[in-house]
């Protein structure tokens, strides 16, 4: 059962990934700790992992100088598919983390 039985029967939609965005107001707006992503929204990605059937996938940025915020989205392959993750920052500048909703 759980997230390991999801995995043994599908495990193509299953495979995690990340994506990461320069933060636009548009984006922030959805509320309710959503994030909106329009064909808008995707110009401003910075990088995107590739899709993988593991428990981990990492990524490192190195975002050009801006004070908008940087958004983390981890995914699924597929739409809809969710389940429990965590999710591990560290950078070598003050980072200020919040989620989408939660000042």
């Known amino acids: 059962g759980g997230w390991a039985g999801r995995r043994r029967r599908d495990p193509l939609g299953t495979m995690v990934g990340i994506y990461v965005f320069r933060a636009s107001p548009q984006m922030l707006a959805a509320g309710g700790g959503r ?6 929204s995707l110009a401003t ?3 995107e992992t590739k899709f993988v059937p593991s428990h981990t ?3 490192s940025i190195d975002p050009p100088p801006s004070d908008d915020p940087i958004i983390v989205v981890p995914a699924t392959y597929s739409p809809g598919v969710a389940g429990p993750f965590w999710l591990e920052v560290s950078g070598n500048v003050e980072l200020n983390l919040t989620r989408p909703g939660h000042p």
Request: no cysteine; glycine share 0%.
């Open 57 to 59: 996938v990492s990524v």
């Open 35 to 40: 994030v909106a992503l329009s064909p808008e």
């Open 45 to 47: 990605k910075l990088v």
